[in-house]
Every structure is written in C-alpha cells, then in structure tokens.
C-alpha cells in the first residue's frame, strides 16, 4: 500500500528537480511510480496526425518519478516528512468501524 497519495504535495528528494514541491496528479503503484505536477518536464517531438487531428510539434509535459524520490510535504512545516498511521474509532449509524488516518511523522498533524 502507497503511503502516498493522488493530490498530496511532495517534495522531490533526488534527481535533477531535487528541492522542488508539487501536488501528485497521478499514482502508479504496481510501477512504484507517481506523476508530479510540474516536475520531470520532457519534450516529445510529435508528427501531424491524418486529416489534421493532431498538430505536429514538440509538446512538453510530466513524466513519472520513482515513489521513493519524493516525501509527503508537512502541513505544518512545510518540510519533507515521512508518513506514519494512527487508527480511530468512528460510530456511524450505530456501527462502530476503526479508519486509520495517516499522519505526519515529523509534526503528528493529520495528512
């Protein structure tokens, strides 16, 4: 199970966009891979589809960065932080049912 999570802000660890921040479009978890918004930016050099569906060019757009190159960003410090669980108890409709909230390690708020 991926700790993190699609639309959770991260900050890259490693690589060449090390240092940047950025909200997880995208989690591929049997590739152990996740899409970052604005972060590993790649050209692609595209041909003119037929009957001009599709205009030729060079697009430029995201790729995927290994999971363990990024870390969930702490609501509180704004720093990079590793991600614990903590189960809780919730009574809905008279049934009670135990949820487990993730939380960041570095400051305990809730993720």
Do not use: C, W
């Amino acid at each position: 199970m991926a700790k993190i999570k699609k639309d959770d802000l991260v900050q890259v660890l490693t690589g060449k966009d090390k240092g940047k921040q950025g909200k997880v479009l995208q989690v591929l978890p049997a590739k152990e891979r996740v899409l970052v918004e604005g972060v590993n930016r790649m050209k692609r050099h595209l041909r003119a589809g037929q009957f001009g569906s599709t205009e030729g060019g060079i697009v430029e757009s995201e790729a995927t960065i290994h999971i363990s190159n990024v870390a969930v960003v702490d609501p509180e410090s704004g720093k990079p932080t590793r991600v614990g669980y903590r189960q809780e108890t919730v009574e809905r409709d008279g049934v009670s049912k135990t949820v487990r909230i993730r939380v960041a390690k570095a400051s305990g708020k809730d993720l």
